[in-house]
């Protein structure tokens, strides 16, 4: 059973945009709440990351916006440049125990 | 440079060939995970290990297994038992003050032929 889901699979944007990938959880206990960047070949690197008290978190062009009582986060990336392009995931743990991934998003940042 | 190496990049085995992918920190982390990856699968837990000496089976060990007999080494070793062993092979590790944070290698890629 997935205990993160994570839309859509890819996602083009035109540079300049808004890019918004959502996911879901079920398991009330996750108390952190990170989003990874990965580039083909490499390993994931942590991006942001917000925990369940704030609703929001912003990092510069980064922003995660967090629902409790909807059990939803989602990544935005503001002004999305080409440099952007590559897969993130989003994931939950409890107490930094075992993390659990998304399936990932595959972000297409066009010129 | 403080980092977690993973070795080799590419690794290419005969099937019914056992297999050991290797994984060093120097971060001083305490906990250490192995996850795979595979296209639109998202990364899979295979184990973790949050001390030396003691380690945790994740949700697809089924024909891996590993040792930490060290705090900087968390080896995998892909066993021949493993039906479908070629994938993207992903090391990480966190501190013990801030577990939360999970730190990634650059990953291993096997190939069983």
């Known amino acids: 059973q997935q205990q993160v889901k994570q839309s859509p699979q890819s996602l083009i944007v035109q540079k300049g945009g808004i890019s918004i990938i959502n996911c879901a959880y079920e398991?009330?206990?996750?108390?952190?709440f990170p989003w990874y960047q990965q580039f083909p070949g490499k390993g994931p690197a942590l991006l942001i990351a917000?925990?369940?008290?704030?609703s929001e978190k912003k990092e510069g062009r980064f922003t995660i916006s967090f629902n409790k009582s909807a059990k939803q986060f989602s990544l935005h990336i503001m002004d999305s440049q080409p440099g952007d392009s590559a897969t993130y995931f989003c994931?939950?743990?409890?107490?930094?125990?075992?993390?659990?991934f998304g399936t990932g998003t595959s972000l297409t940042v066009i010129p | 440079d403080g980092g977690i190496t993973q070795s080799p990049k590419y690794l290419f085995r005969k099937e019914g060939q056992n297999v050991t992918l290797s994984c060093e920190q120097n971060?001083?982390?305490?906990?250490m995970y192995w996850y795979r990856q595979d296209p639109g699968q998202g990364l899979r837990l295979i184990y973790y290990?949050?001390?030396?000496?003691?380690?945790q089976k994740g949700d697809i060990a089924e024909g891996y297994s590993v040792s930490r007999e060290k705090k900087e080494s968390f080896p995998l070793t892909v066993t021949s038992a493993q039906k479908n062993p070629t994938a993207f092979y992903l090391c990480?590790?966190?501190?013990?003050?801030?577990?939360?944070?999970?730190?990634f290698g650059q990953g291993t890629r096997l190939t069983v032929v």
């Open positions: 990480a590790s966190s501190p013990r003050d801030r577990r939360t944070e999970a730190f």
């Open positions: 398991n009330t206990a996750f108390d952190y």
């Open positions: 917000i925990r369940p008290d704030v």
């Open positions: 994931a939950a743990s409890k107490a930094g125990n075992q993390f659990y």
């Open positions: 971060l001083n982390h305490d906990a």
């Open positions: 290990s949050q001390i030396v000496n003691d380690f």
